[in-house]
Every structure is written in structure tokens, then in C-alpha cells.
């Protein structure tokens, strides 16, 4: 684990604690975190409305089930993944 996200400060310390991870390994902005931390993949475990906006900034991603909230946005999404020459996995 080389970064965590979460909106929620209080959720994001807890996570930081349980993790280990540093406060710079830490964000409260996904923009932000992608510009600071080299990942090999992010893991998307946020609601599946959100899923599309972290698709736009990751590399190589894991999902969480569904991929999106419609069957437009993961079509969408599946055409960014494949466009960019990216890989998507879905968690089951």
C-alpha cells in the first residue's frame, strides 16, 4: 500500500493508522494523490456513481463490483480502459 484516499479526514486517519502508512501517503483529493504517489494499480472502492472519475486518473485498476452505477458509465469506462491501453480487473 503506497497511498489512501478518503474525503472523510476522521475515516482517513483511522485508515492511515490501520495501514501504517505515513501522512504524506495520505489525501483527502484523488487528483492529488495520483500526482504524488507512484502506484502500480489503485484499488476503486468508493460508490459505483464515483467509479468513472478515479478510471480517468488511474493507471491500472481493481474495482469493486458493480464497475459503474449504469450500463452507459461502464461502457464508458470500458472504452477509456481499452482506449488508453489500460487493464481493469473487477474484484468478485
Same mark, same amino acid.
Given at each position: 500500500?503506497?497511498?489512501?484516499?478518503?474525503?472523510?479526514?476522521?475515516?482517513?486517519?483511522?485508515?492511515?493508522?490501520?495501514?501504517?502508512?505515513?501522512?504524506?501517503?495520505?489525501?483527502?483529493?484523488?487528483?492529488?494523490?495520483?500526482?504524488?504517489?507512484?502506484?502500480?494499480?489503485?484499488?476503486?472502492?468508493?460508490?459505483?456513481?464515483?467509479?468513472?472519475?478515479?478510471?480517468?486518473?488511474?493507471?491500472?485498476?481493481?474495482?469493486?463490483?458493480? @464497475? *459503474? $452505477?449504469?450500463?452507459? =458509465?461502464?461502457? !464508458? @469506462? *470500458? $472504452?477509456?480502459?481499452? =482506449?488508453?491501453? !489500460?487493464?481493469?480487473?473487477?474484484?468478485?
Amino acid at each position: 500500500m503506497v497511498g489512501l484516499v478518503n474525503i472523510d479526514t476522521k475515516f482517513l486517519e483511522q485508515g492511515r493508522r490501520h495501514l501504517g502508512l505515513k501522512a504524506e501517503q495520505c489525501f483527502t483529493s484523488a487528483q492529488e494523490a495520483f500526482r504524488a504517489v507512484k502506484a502500480d494499480f489503485c484499488t476503486i472502492v468508493i460508490p459505483p456513481a464515483l467509479h468513472e472519475l478515479i478510471v480517468d486518473l488511474a493507471l491500472h485498476i481493481l474495482s469493486e463490483k458493480p @464497475i *459503474a $452505477d449504469t450500463m452507459e =458509465a461502464s461502457v !464508458r @469506462i *470500458a $472504452d477509456k480502459v481499452k =482506449a488508453a491501453g !489500460r487493464k481493469m480487473l473487477r474484484m468478485t
